[in-house]
């Protein structure tokens, strides 16, 4: 029987994808998923908090069993200092809603959970599982910074959520739920909560017919958006490339310049257009690399660096030339972000966290839905001028 989630053809991790485009599934059943550093660094960063929530909670594990099999995740190429902070926040909030709670909750860490009562052979792996009474908490870490994952009506958590309540139905009366995404990188914690009311409302009339559909092999219902992201056709599917042809779809004779409304028709297509392209050029260059071909292109090589042979060596002959040696090297300082990546969260908040202010981003323009708050050019010249008063003082 398969463990890893991503043998599960209707996983929860997958779910917003075969919800709204169905025929995905099918399309995309030959097509091996690709890895990545960022979903390489997710997987260590995911092994570090179950090590850490396992030590606190289920292993008794001396110090040096810890530091063992700590110090065989930290060998790892993908291994980044702040992985420690990250996955400390997760557990600390963990641990808060356990002390938060009259007796000992019931605790379990990559717990798989099924729920193919709803989705056909559908299953998938919770991070970490309370219940306490008759409340399910359902504990998600992302370790993920480019894209902000929202906690409410969030098809994955759902799914957690329902496999929980079907496996621990026959141990305890599980009424209410509350999900937690925990993405240090991205917006800190995300909560949501329901009942189990509403959730198998959710799973026999939206989850069930859904399902139904993106399990037919025959299924050719497809639609293109942000679930596009993570899907293995998203290269070649022709839903998809149709976002192309839409940009000049604006028919007939019209006057030389765009109106405001054809510009945010642009503006709606420009992003998904561009991820689009990117994966079309890494299939292409995939392909090609692998000895295939794509007519009428090639790949040519880039513009290449110098790079020394023994660096040591030519800085003792250029110093035995007479080249002062303050004029081979560089010093610089650090940025903030640079320095906390190479000291850790912890460390970097507890020695440099006085000397640091955050200085507001550049404007940048967002969908109407984008939950930042809008910028307002007037308060933001306000700002800057009561700064210049300040500084003249």
């Not at 399902?211 to 899907?231: I, L, Q, T």
Request: glycine fraction near 6%.
């Amino acid at each position: 029987m398969p463990t890893p989630e991503t043998h599960a053809v209707l996983s929860a991790s997958s779910a917003e994808r075969w919800m709204h485009c169905p025929g995905s599934v099918a399309l995309s059943k030959d097509i091996p998923e690709s890895s990545s550093d960022y979903a390489e660094e997710g997987r260590l960063a995911h092994a570090l908090a179950e090590l850490k929530l396992r030590k606190k909670f289920l292993e008794p594990m001396s110090p040096r069993a810890f530091n063992t099999r700590y110090n065989k995740l930290a060998r790892d190429s993908h291994w980044q200092p702040e992985m420690d902070a990250c996955t400390d926040e997760y557990v600390d909030y963990i641990t808060d809603i356990a002390n938060s709670l009259s007796t000992r909750p019931f605790i379990a860490v990559e717990q798989r959970v099924d729920f193919s009562d709803f989705v056909p052979g559908g299953f998938g792996t919770a991070d970490c599982i309370l219940i306490h009474e008759n409340t399910l908490y359902i504990n998600d870490y992302k370790h993920g910074k480019g894209v902000p994952v929202s906690a409410e009506n969030n098809p994955q958590m759902m799914l957690y959520a329902l496999g929980a309540v079907l496996n621990y139905r026959l141990l305890c009366d599980i009424q209410s739920i509350h999900t937690a995404i925990i993405q240090p990188r991205a917006g800190g914690i995300k909560e949501s909560n329901f009942s189990r009311d509403e959730l198998m409302d959710w799973a026999a009339f939206t989850v069930r017919p859904a399902a139904e559909k993106a399990a037919d092999p025959d299924c050719d219902e497809f639609h293109s958006g942000d679930w596009c992201r993570f899907c293995p056709a998203k290269a070649l599917c022709r839903e998809r490339s149709g976002i192309v042809s839409a940009m000049d779809n604006f028919g007939g004779r019209l006057p030389p310049l765009l109106s405001d409304d054809e510009v945010a028709n642009v503006l709606s297509k420009l992003d998904p257009l561009i991820r689009y392209g990117e994966a079309v050029k890494a299939y292409a260059q995939n392909k090609i690399m692998s000895g295939g071909e794509i007519p009428g292109w090639k790949l040519v090589e880039g513009r290449g660096n110098r790079v020394w042979t023994d660096q040591i060596a030519a800085f003792e002959a250029l110093k035995a030339a007479g080249i002062e040696e303050v004029l081979l090297y560089e010093r610089k300082p650090l940025t903030a972000p640079a320095l906390e990546k190479a000291l850790g969260k912890k460390v970097f908040a507890e020695v440099a966290t006085p000397y640091i202010t955050k200085q507001p981003g550049k404007p940048t323009l967002a969908p109407i839905e984008d939950p930042r708050k809008p910028y307002n050019p007037r308060l933001s010249a306000a700002e800057d001028f009561q700064n210049i008063k300040e500084d003249a003082k």
